[in-house]
């Protein structure tokens, strides 16, 4: 009776809560009114969409795809004719978005640890000059340096017959930037093909050292050993090629330069633009990362007698790396979704092709659903690879 | 005594070398220390010797202020001019012309509230009522229609009063917005959930751009026939949708950082959910997010300069409708510097204000 009555107690409160304070009941009530909202929502708009898209008799579905694009783009990576379809044109948008991102990233990440090394400098006048790059920067639209750059190359710089040639081969004009480079020749594939082994050996031999390491405790040179390697086996190919030099430098034929390679006035205000904005804000990452790490960490490595080299690889940086990559990555992210503010300047990345696409074909759920979906994945790639580099260096824990 | 003599001879002969006090040594330790900082120094003190007195020649000695677009065409120096002639259009747009007196005071109105609302001591009740009849002022300064003031319509709404509305009441709406996602991102409710994560990500995973295309393209596709929304409410929408997104991510973070101790112990006190949250977790993890969220609140400033591209005439818009005419063609460094230093110092001030804030709240 006694052993009872407590269960009996509990059954009883259990039947006196009332139907609605039952959280779990009202959770599920007030689920399914939030999902009939948002049902009722997205059933509205989209009869809506639909009545007005048979109203103004505007075609749906990608059918569009394979018809003649019929426009031309000012520059790509692959062969291209106004003739070729949207679906071609379009592809060539992404190659244009994903080639600013990729050299812009690039650039920005060289630029970036460069200024947030020069903020911390002891030198005053350095550290002083790379804070006001920063904050100055920062503070001031991406728009409104892409629209500056536009016009530096436009407004400020001579046309091509009176072009400033600041080093020798390379010409800076209103057309935009030519530079001379290396006629094609066979051996530079050659040389591709052995750098890229070169990576591969190279890789290889860093586990095989590593192992070694770990057994016998003897150090292999690998630094040096990368570098020969790496440099090595490409010159040793050229060599053998029979070291072909000659250039293709830019020569004034008519109104325009011919022969090196040109950067459009778009590309270069676009890439300019991007790695000017976004270097100050990975400046201050790099910053904060190399802060992060305390003085002790460095002095500690160097009393167990480490040479500055390994106090800096092997202490330092897979320490500061850690604070520095999350937010790295989602700057990279930032410059290549800013990449698409290149509709203003009329660089064709892929929103701009993509908005022409929508002018012509009047169909913009299609177009802008095509916007949202690229980014999306450029962004979703992006949280993958942070996904795995974090798990790669997280700290390890006992 | 023979100790104090001792110590009294002591300090007076040794007095500090010229070279480690006042402003050589000042120079010797910031700038000279070391031989790689004293080569940097020298290269900077280059750099800034072969491109500020340019600079100045340009900007100050050859310039103008106050002359004609042919003037300036004829001299090399910098044709400030561009910004006098065409001050009224940059700052006001399509506004009409006797009428810019209404959105002049209404930005001095909100700047001043801005600028009252900066002390912490102020922020009571009353403040809100303020700043709800100041908006109110406002509005009916903007748009007109009472008072006997002559109505006017929103699209001839631009320049500096668009990109202070724009980003004003952006912010002032997605903030609210944001916490409802972030709290829902936290939720125990996967349906809740769900759809926040999903709202939360698609939009961060997406540029501005495509929002502003879809506000000023779709939109009127998504509402039944014969209701239309203007423009600049659409584009408000819009900017409103993306800058929940962020903020909601920041203030997901400060939920992160309040501990279990902190909802247990509002949990045993009888608080319900909304009471807990609105009582005792949001007042810190709100006071934890500020510099953040400041710093999102910048880029949604910076951000409403995009409007641009979609044709409505923020001030950006208008210093390029300004240079596009025939006579003042050319001197848009000159203009785009100027608009610049308007972000400048609104950013500017913005971050400076965080970091005070900052210091106070830790204090």
């Not at chain 1, 947030?116 to 550290?127: C, E, F, Q, Y």
Request: hydrophobic share 50%.
């Amino acid at each position: 009776m006694k052993k009872g009555n407590p269960v009996n107690s509990t059954e009883n409160t259990k039947q006196r809560v009332d139907f609605l304070n039952d959280p779990k009941i009202r959770a599920i009530i007030y689920q399914i009114a939030v999902l009939g909202m948002v049902g009722l929502l997205g059933y509205y708009l989209f009869s809506n969409t639909v009545e007005n898209l048979n109203r103004q008799s505007i075609a749906t579905g990608f059918g569009f795809f394979h018809k003649e694009a019929s426009f031309e783009i000012g520059e790509s990576l692959i062969q291209y004719s106004a003739a070729d379809t949207y679906l071609k044109a379009l592809l060539i948008g992404a190659l244009n978005t994903i080639k600013v991102a990729f050299v812009g990233i690039v650039l920005t990440v060289i630029l970036g640890t460069f200024l947030g090394i020069a903020r911390l400098s002891t030198n005053w006048l350095v550290s002083k000059l790379a804070a006001i790059y920063i904050e100055v920067m920062q503070d001031i639209p991406i728009l409104l340096q892409l629209f500056f750059w536009y016009s530096f190359f436009y407004d400020i710089l001579p046309p091509p017959r009176e072009a400033i040639e600041p080093v020798k081969g390379v010409f800076m004009s209103n057309r935009g930037l030519v530079f001379a480079v290396p006629e094609s020749h066979p051996a530079y594939k050659y040389m591709a093909a052995a750098f890229i082994a070169g990576c591969i050996a190279v890789f290889f031999v860093r586990r095989w050292a590593r192992k070694r390491q770990d057994k016998t405790g003897q150090i292999f040179p690998v630094f040096s050993f990368s570098i020969g390697i790496i440099i090595g086996l490409p010159l040793v190919t050229w060599l053998l090629a029979g070291a072909p030099h000659k250039m293709s430098v830019p020569e004034l034929v008519g109104f325009n330069f011919q022969g090196g390679l040109n950067m459009s006035p778009e590309f270069g205000a676009l890439l300019l633009g991007l790695v000017i904005y976004t270097a100050a804000f990975v400046a201050e990452i790099v910053r904060a990362g190399i802060q992060a790490i305390s003085r002790g960490q460095t002095e500690a490595a160097m009393a167990i007698g480490l040479k500055p080299g390994q106090v800096l690889s092997l202490v330092i940086l897979p320490q500061a790396l850690r604070v520095i990559i999350p937010p790295l990555t989602s700057q990279m992210l930032n410059l290549t979704k800013n990449s698409s503010l290149a509709v203003a300047i009329g660089f064709p990345d892929f929103v701009s092709v993509a908005s022409t696409t929508i002018n012509q074909t009047g169909q913009a759920i299609e177009g802008i659903s095509l916007i949202m979906v690229v980014y999306l994945c450029f962004s979703l790639l992006t949280s993958l690879f942070m996904n795995w580099y974090n798990k790669k260096m997280a700290l390890v824990e006992r | 005594m023979v100790k104090s003599q001792k110590h009294h001879i002591q300090t007076e002969g040794l007095k500090a070398p010229v070279i480690s006090i006042g402003l050589l040594q000042w120079i010797k330790s910031n700038l000279f220390n070391g031989v790689f900082n004293s080569i940097l120094t020298i290269v900077m003190l280059f750099f800034l010797y072969k491109i500020i007195p340019p600079f100045v020649k340009w900007a100050v000695i050859d310039s103008f202020w106050l002359s004609t677009a042919e003037q300036c065409r004829a001299g090399d120096g910098a044709c400030w001019s561009i910004i006098p002639a065409n001050i009224r259009f940059i700052i006001f747009g399509f506004y009409p012309h006797e009428l810019h007196w209404r959105p002049f005071f209404a930005m001095i109105m909100l700047v001043s509230l801005l600028l009252y609302s900066k002390n912490r001591d102020y922020w009571k009740k009353s403040l809100v009522y303020m700043w709800i009849a100041g908006l109110f002022i406002m509005g009916v300064l903007m748009k007109g229609g009472l008072l006997g003031l002559s109505s006017v319509e929103s699209d001839q709404w631009g320049g500096l009063p668009l990109t202070l509305m724009l980003s004003f009441f952006g912010m002032f709406a997605a903030y609210p917005l944001g916490v409802l996602l972030a709290l829902g991102r936290r939720s125990k409710m996967p349906a809740v959930k769900t759809i926040c994560i999903l709202y939360i990500e698609l939009i961060r995973g997406v540029p501005l751009i495509s929002l502003l295309f879809m506000s000023a393209v779709l939109f009127p596709l998504f509402l039944p026939e014969g209701l239309t929304i203007n423009k600049i409410l659409r584009a408000q929408v819009a900017i409103i949708m993306f800058t929940s997104a962020y903020i909601a991510e920041v203030v997901r973070g400060g939920l992160q950082a309040i501990t279990r101790e902190q909802y247990e112990a509002a949990e045993s006190l009888g608080l319900n959910y909304v009471q807990k949250m609105r009582l005792v977790i949001l007042p810190q993890a709100l006071k934890i997010v500020i510099p953040p969220t400041v710093g999102i609140l910048i880029s949604a400033f910076k951000d409403t300069s995009l409007v641009v591209i979609i044709a409505l005439y923020d001030v950006l818009k208008t210093t390029r409708s300004a240079l596009a005419n025939p006579s003042w063609m050319g001197f848009s460094p000159e203009a785009y510097i100027f608009v610049g230093l308007i972000y400048f110092v609104c950013c500017y001030s913005m971050s400076n204000y965080s970091r005070r804030l900052e210091k106070e709240l830790h204090a």
